[in-house]
Structure formats: structure tokens, C-alpha cells
């Protein structure tokens, strides 16, 4: 079988115009530990323009030396390779650090001046990338400024126009991403928007559409005749450590719901585009969203359910309950846990239900998307309780071992029938070796090509929050009334078991099939 490649926009890096990457909130965690080291990676893979610069954006007084010393132990921490003299040496003259508030609109306009320098010292044009990372609250000024200085609109229409990228989350709740949408219509072309989620840039994401699309046997078994449940589990075995502050204004849901599972169910539900534009893909993961059904919140049969961890014990360690951890107010009805069964009203997935969850100080760090299939008819093995039919299972693994297993069932060996699951497993560690590119490696480099296939579209983020804000709503008013709880090191609450009796299904991931 022959090596075949497809054209990616990884495959024309060098031929991009020179670039100057401005980051806001540079002085930040993110810079620090993921955006610095995806850069540097880049550039040490020579997928960078040889004309790039950096330069930092914040409030703090930093010369350039100290951003440039910054970063130097930046990379150091948190690099997936180290980074030699020689990729330093190359980039570490065009850093430099620009201070100034984020609503000072002056300070915008010295920037513009800047960066026109840069270009009169290269003599030709650059493309710039704003990457806004800072904590929400100031998204919405630095988009404003960049508007009214001009620099959103340098070069527009032409292949240096300006790009930004745009940090989670995107909006609170669905009137707040409306806003921050109606800012960004004004000031940018939607082209030049690149709303981030970063576990879109994690390679089994991506091989989702690979799997499914380039593929010819899983495609006619992809719906409601052979699948009995789609799971999705996004748990973490940490609380919110130093975190307390902002996570407790956030919750499970915001913090992990609205963006990472659904952009993985929008992935796994979607129907096959027309292409791999990215508009032909963003569009089917939008009908996807816009297919599923309000949740049922209240009633006898409640598709949500929402928990807070206690007291328990994690990799045998006591470990605190949320209420006794930094900075969270005893008053807290956040929730550290949310789970829901919803359902796609579409020709494809009519029937079948899609249980999502996700939580802090669950039994085990995991991502994954299990895709149940219907137990086969029982005529010949299932006949009586001598045999045990498993249904097979198609296990998608985003985090830890990013892989896909498929469970079949198998003759045990032997002179008697007996039959017992068995795994064919695909590990990209194993296959391909360690030393994938991180997330942010691959959707700095998008974002630079004008790719927007790994990004958010705003018509898709105000989907999944007009879906979710009303569950918000409902949970805010109730306070802690029905927030169940669940001690720490567990799967959360028992509640979120009883979602899927109704449908005779069991939550599977962190079960014995692993
Ligand atoms: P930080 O809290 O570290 O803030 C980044 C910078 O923004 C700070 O260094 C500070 O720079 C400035 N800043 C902080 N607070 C304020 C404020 N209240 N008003 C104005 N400026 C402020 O954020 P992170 O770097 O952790 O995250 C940046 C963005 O990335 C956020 O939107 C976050 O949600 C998102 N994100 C972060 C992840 C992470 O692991 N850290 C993971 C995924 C997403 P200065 O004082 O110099 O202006």
C-alpha cells in the first residue's frame, strides 16, 4: 500500500507572508506553558514565515529583554522538545513586549505604528495575528480597539489582512456570546476570526472525520439502525486547585460542556460535508447542533443532572471537597459535575440517545466518545443464558492514549462455545511514536493559513449555548436544590445513572471493558 498524503495547510507554511503574532495577556499562564512553546515548535519544524515576530501585549512593564527572558524560562518548563541555540538565536531578536491597558485606545495606535515599522524594515507587507489571552472580561475592549485603531482592518482584502484568534470561553451564556459575536461582525470579517477550542486541535479529534469519512465500513453502520447510544465522557481526577475563583463563576457546564463535548458530539453526529472546505464542514456540525432537541430540565424524567464533589479519596489520598477548597464561598451552587441525555431529531440519529458528561475529581483523568451498537439479534448465541452477547463497542480515545478500540465479540479458544469480547486496538503512540504536536502547534499554524476548519464558526457557538443557557438558567434559580453531591475519586452522582436506565444502557467509560 502506498504512503498517501493529503494537502493540509501544514503542507505551505514557508510561503506565507511575513507575520508578526501579537499576543494580549502575554504576561499570562497560557502564554507561558502552551502558546510560547507551540510557537517555538513551529518554528524549530520550519513551519513558521522566515519573517515572524512576537510581540507581548499587557499591562505589566516589561522590557523586552525581561519578556524575552520570560519566554526563554517559558520554554524551558513546558516545551514538548527542548528548544536548541540555534531556533532561539533565529526567532528571539523579533520578540519584543508592548505594555498598555487593554481599553487604552493610544496604545493600540503606538502598536500600529510598530508593527508599520517592522514592515518598513522588510520592506514589504506582514500579516499580523492578535491572539486575545486574556480572561474574558477584556475580550470584548481589545476587539473594540482593535477595530476602532484599524489594525483589524490592515490589508483587508488581501492576504496579509489581519486574523485573530479568540480564547475560550466564548460568552457565558447564549446572550453574552451573542454580544460578543455582535462586536466581532461589526469589526471583523468572519473570515478573520478564529474563535478557539483547543481539544479541536488534538489529533483524535481531527482523525474523527478521517475515521468516519475515509473509511468505508463505519459509515452505513452510522445511525439509528446500528448504533444504540453515543457516550461522551470528559472527566478529570483534579479539583479545581488554585483555580477556585474562576471556576466557581463557570461550572462544568460552561467550563467543558458547551465547548469540548460538544464540538465532539457536533463531530460524531454531523453528516458528511460536501467537502473539506472548512465552511462545507462547520456547516454540517451546525446542523448537527441545530438537530438536537431542548432539554427536558424539570419533570418526571429530567435529561440533566448536576453534582458537587465531597470529601473523598483519590489514588488513595484524602482529597477535600469542593466547598473546602481556596476560594469558593460555602454559599456555592456551581457544579463540578454535569451530565445529559439528549437526542438529535434527525433522519439519522432519531431514537438514539447521546449521554454527555463531564466532571472535576472523577475516578480518572478521560476523554472519550463511545459509540454503542445494538446488541446482535439473539437467534443463535444469545439463545438462553448460556451465552452473554456483549454489543460492540467503537471506543474513541482523545485523552490519555489518544487511540480507537473496537470490541468484538470472540470464541474463547477451546472445545466448548464460549465467547468473550476481545479489542482491536489502534494506539497513535504506539503507530506513529511520542512527540505529536501539541493542539496549539497545529491551530496557531490554521490560523495563520486562513484555515478555519479546527475553529468555532459564531453561529455554531450561539447553537450549542441556545441550547444550554436555558439549563443555566433553571440551575441558577434553583440554587443548591437538586445539586446532588458525590464524594471525590467516584464517578459522580447516582443520579447520573439513572439517565441511561431508561434507554438499558450503563455509562462505559472507566469500566471493565478497558
Ligand atoms: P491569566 O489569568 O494568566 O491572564 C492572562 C493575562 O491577562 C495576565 O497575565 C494579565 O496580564 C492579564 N489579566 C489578568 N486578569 C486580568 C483582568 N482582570 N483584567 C485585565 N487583564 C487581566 O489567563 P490565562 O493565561 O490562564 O488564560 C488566558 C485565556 O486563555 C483565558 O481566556 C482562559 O480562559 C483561556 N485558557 C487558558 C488555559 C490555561 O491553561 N491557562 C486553558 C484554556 C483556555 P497583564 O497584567 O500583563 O495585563
Not at 522590557?63 to 524575552?68: G, I, K, T
Not at 520592506?123 to 484599524?150: D, R
Not at 478500540?405 to 504506539?430: D, M, R
Request: charged content about 25%; hydrophobic content about 35%.
Amino acid at each position: 500500500m502506498s504512503n498517501q498524503t493529503h494537502a493540509t495547510s501544514t503542507d505551505a507554511p514557508r510561503g506565507t507572508p511575513p507575520t508578526i503574532i501579537v499576543i494580549f495577556g502575554a504576561s499570562g499562564d497560557l502564554t507561558a506553558r502552551k502558546l510560547a512553546p507551540a510557537i517555538f515548535n513551529l518554528s524549530k519544524d520550519d513551519l513558521l514565515p522566515e519573517s515572524c515576530y512576537l510581540i507581548g501585549y499587557g499591562r505589566s512593564s516589561m522590557s523586552d529583554e525581561a519578556f524575552r527572558d520570560y519566554l526563554r524560562e517559558s520554554l524551558a518548563s513546558h516545551s514538548r522538545r527542548p528548544i536548541e541555540e540555534a531556533t532561539w538565536d533565529a526567532l528571539a531578536p523579533n520578540i519584543s513586549f508592548h505594555a498598555g491597558g487593554y481599553d487604552e485606545l493610544d496604545s493600540y495606535k503606538e502598536l500600529d505604528t510598530k508593527i508599520t515599522a517592522i514592515e518598513e524594515s522588510l520592506g514589504s507587507y506582514a500579516q499580523c495575528l492578535f491572539y486575545v489571552s486574556t480572561p474574558p472580561g477584556v475580550f470584548m475592549p481589545i476587539l473594540e480597539n482593535l477595530g476602532t485603531s484599524g489594525l483589524a482592518k490592515r490589508h483587508k482584502g488581501q492576504a496579509t489582512a489581519s486574523k485573530v484568534i479568540i480564547e475560550k470561553p466564548f460568552g457565558r451564556d447564549l446572550q453574552s456570546a451573542h454580544e460578543l459575536n455582535g462586536v466581532i461582525n461589526r469589526r471583523f470579517e468572519e473570515s478573520q476570526v478564529f474563535r478557539i477550542d483547543h481539544y479541536l486541535g488534538k489529533e483524535t479529534v481531527q482523525s474523527l472525520l478521517v475515521q468516519r469519512f475515509a473509511n468505508s465500513i463505519f459509515e452505513p453502520v452510522w445511525n439509528r439502525n446500528y448504533v444504540s447510544s453515543v457516550q461522551i465522557t470528559v472527566s478529570e481526577n483534579l479539583g479545581v486547585g488554585s483555580r477556585g475563583g474562576y471556576y466557581d463563576r463557570s461550572g462544568a457546564l460552561r467550563d467543558m460542556i458547551q465547548n469540548h463535548v460538544m464540538q465532539l458530539l457536533a463531530l460524531t453526529a454531523m453528516e458528511p460535508p460536501s467537502s473539506l472546505d472548512p465552511e462545507a464542514i462547520r456547516d454540517e456540525k451546525v446542523k448537527a447542533l441545530q438537530a438536537l432537541k431542548p432539554v427536558a430540565f424539570t419533570g418526571d424524567d429530567p435529561e440533566v443532572v448536576r453534582g458537587v464533589y465531597t470529601e473523598g479519596l483519590v489514588d488513595g489520598q484524602r482529597a477535600d471537597g469542593y466547598l473546602e477548597e481556596e476560594a469558593i464561598p460555602q454559599s456555592s451552587s456551581t457544579e463540578t459535575y454535569a451530565a445529559l441525555r439528549l437526542s438529535l431529531d434527525n433522519w439519522r440519529w432519531k431514537g438514539v440517545p447521546f449521554y454527555i458528561r463531564s466532571g472535576k475529581r472523577l475516578a480518572m483523568k478521560a476523554s472519550e466518545i463511545v459509540v454503542q451498537f445494538s446488541r446482535p439479534p439473539a437467534i443463535l448465541f444469545g439463545e438462553g443464558q448460556r451465552f452473554k452477547v456483549e454489543p460492540n463497542l467503537l471506543v474513541i480515545r482523545i485523552q490519555p492514549n489518544e487511540g480507537i478500540t473496537l470490541y468484538l465479540n470472540s470464541k474463547v479458544p477451546g472445545l466448548e462455545t464460549k465467547l468473550q469480547p476481545i479489542k482491536l486496538a489502534f494506539g497513535y503512540e504506539t503507530t506513529f511514536g511520542s512527540n505529536t504536536p501539541e493542539a496549539y502547534e497545529r491551530l496557531i499554524l490554521d490560523a495563520l493559513n486562513g484555515d478555519g476548519t479546527l475553529f468555532i464558526r459564531g453561529d455554531e457557538a450561539e447553537t450549542s449555548w441556545s441550547l444550554l443557557s436555558p439549563v443555566l438558567e433553571f440551575w441558577e434559580a434553583q440554587g443548591k436544590n437538586g445539586l446532588e453531591s458525590y464524594s471525590a475519586g467516584t464517578w459522580g452522582p447516582l443520579a447520573a445513572d439513572k439517565l441511561l436506565l431508561k434507554g438499558g444502557h450503563e455509562w462505559l467509560t472507566g469500566k471493565e471493558y478497558q
